[in-house]
């Protein structure tokens, strides 16, 4: 049998780096979050940088470029903080999605009242998702850092499986052909 190559791509390094990195943000998440945060304060930082130097540029060319030079003050604040202070983005985030997550299911109330006479079905996933909502927000209020581990664990081993899956469908489907 012949083998297609262009029905079946190689196993690429793409899904065994998908794999070690999954085992790593499973295994490891709070030293992963760490890492990937500094890594965000650092692209922020130099993107902050970039913009401040077009924005001089401009300025000294004559055009007004305000709102790059407040852009890049705010990349370069967000790129500190997120370098200097990792976790305190651990803390922050989760507890900031949780507030939104809260006055989201709370504005969602009324939607059930509106919804009321369409049947029970709509009553029902009206009033499950409304409680869903605030539940998954008082957990991210009332626990953010450990809710912020947990969300990364749990993306490190969703990320570990699909490495896997795709390995092993990489050579299944060249086996198979």
Known sequence: MKISFDKCPAPGAGAVCAAAAGLLL???????????IKAAGALALFFGLSRLVHGLGELKAG?????????AAGFLLAGL???????FLLYVLPFVMGLLLVIYGVL????????????LSARLSGILW???SLAAGALLLFFPAQAALILIRLCGFLL??????????????????
Do not use: H, N, T
């Not at 903080?81 to 976790?87: A, C, E, M, V, Y």
């Open 130 to 132: 409304v409680l869903l």
């Open 81 to 87: 903080l997120f370098f200097l202070w990792p976790r």
């Open 160 to 177: 570990l499986l699909f490495g896997i899956v795709e390995i092993l469908s990489g050579f299944g489907c060249r086996d198979g052909a």
């Open 63 to 71: 055009g007004k470029c305000g709102g790059c030079l407040l852009l």
């Open 26 to 36: 499973g295994l490891y998440p709070e030293q992963s979050a760490a890492v990937l």
């Open 108 to 119: 969602r109330v009324p939607m059930i009242w509106e919804r009321w006479s369409w049947g």
